[in-house]
């Protein structure tokens, strides 16, 4: 088995299917990318089955966007990641207002593939519910 195939492969969250009408899957490191995705718009208690799967960060939504939310969107991030996310190292987690849209935090992940120590980044918009 190499190293990429240790990765996995899963559904593609875009839940389509291929040229060959078989569900689409995500490999590798699009695994590991949308799995990042995955955790951060999950809240714990929304699967029966995992009930603490996820991330808190839905409890931030009706926050000012300032430093103190940054900061506070950067510990939940690291923590569910951390916890949920074993096939890679974080690197950095930081989080910026959007200049244009004062309801919008973008949080920049860099995180390093355990298996094949490949770098890579995602950022993922949070929305705020008031601007």
Do not use: C
Not at 30 to 44: A, F, V
Not at 47 to 57: A, D, E, I, W
């Amino acid at each position: 088995m190499s190293k990429q195939q240790f990765l996995g492969v899963g559904w593609d969250l875009s839940l389509s299917v291929d040229n060959k009408q078989q569900v689409k899957l995500a490999r590798y490191e699009e695994s590991i990318r949308q799995s990042i995705w995955l955790i951060l718009s999950t809240s714990p208690g929304e699967r029966v089955m995992r009930p603490t799967f996820g991330s808190n960060l839905q409890t931030l939504v009706f926050e000012n966007n300032d430093a103190a939310l940054a900061g506070s969107v950067v510990s939940a991030v690291r923590t569910a990641l951390a916890r949920w996310e074993p096939r890679i190292r974080l690197l950095e987690v930081t989080a910026f207002a959007d200049p244009e849209k004062l309801n919008v935090l973008h949080i920049n992940i860099s995180y390093e593939v355990r298996a094949t120590n490949s770098r890579n980044n995602l950022v993922y918009p949070f929305y705020l519910e008031h601007a």
